[in-house]
Each structure stands twice: as C-alpha cells, then as structure tokens.
Nanobody
Framework: QAQLVESGGGVVQVGGSLRLSCAAS????????MAWFRQASGKEREFVAA????????EYGDSVAGRFTITRYNPKNAVYLQMNNLTAEDTAVYYC??????????????????WGQGTQVTVSS
C-alpha cells in the first residue's frame, strides 16, 4: 500500500527557516513526480512546489518562489522542502503528494494519487 509520511513541521519565527521531509513507501518512487501542497485554516489546499521523477525540473507557487526549494533523494525514497524567509502567511498544514511520471511536474491536485497526512507549520511573529 502506497504511503507518504511527512515530518519536520513545527513553530518558527518570522524570517526563519524550516526543512520538511517526506518518506515514501509502497510506490515506485523513482518514477513518481512529487509535490508539496499546503492548506491554511479556512482556505483551500494550495500548490507549493513540485519536482519531476529525476529531480531535474521543478515548479513553484507564486507565493513561495525564490524562498522555498524542493529536492528529492531517490535512494532514500525521500523528498524535501527547504523553506526560508518564512512569513506568517506560510502558516499551514503541509502535505506531500505523489503523481505519475511526466516530463514536467504536475501542479493540479487531481493529478496526485497518494497524499500524506500532513505536518503543521506555524510561523509566529
């Protein structure tokens, strides 16, 4: 059974950094596109970042471009999200998701067939 488990969330001050991790199991990770989404309280789930199966091509949401970086390490079936210069608007539950392989990253929620349970990130001022 495919499973994604996020970790690394917590409380950080404005301007700080945090690194999220996602461990995958039960799926062909080496060929899967991977992504991060987030959902703030009372808002819809929002695309954050996505990466192709080989780690070559990434896409970022407009609100995080230049501050967040998505990477992956296929030998460990892991994907990461480095978040820098955090603001209060980054407070949300962050979800890891897997999609079928493609030459460009999927960014629509409907393309992703496996989701993690999420990890809370709280940015305090």
């Amino acid at each position: 059974q495919a499973q994604l488990v996020e970790s690394g969330g917590g409380v950080v001050q404005v301007g700080g950094s945090l690194r999220l991790s996602c461990a995958a199991s039960g799926l062909d990770f080496n060929s899967a596109g991977m992504a991060w989404f987030r959902q703030a309280s009372g808002k819809e789930r929002e695309f954050v970042a996505a990466l192709t199966w080989n780690g070559v091509t990434a896409e970022y949401g407009d609100s995080v471009a230049g501050r967040f970086t998505i990477t992956r390490y296929n030998p460990k079936n892991a994907v990461y999200l480095q978040m820098n210069n955090l603001t209060a608007e980054d407070t949300a539950v962050y979800y890891c998701a897997a999609s079928p392989t493609s030459f460009r990253p999927f960014i629509r929620r409907t393309a992703f067939y496996v989701w993690g349970q999420g990890t809370q990130v709280t940015v305090s001022s």
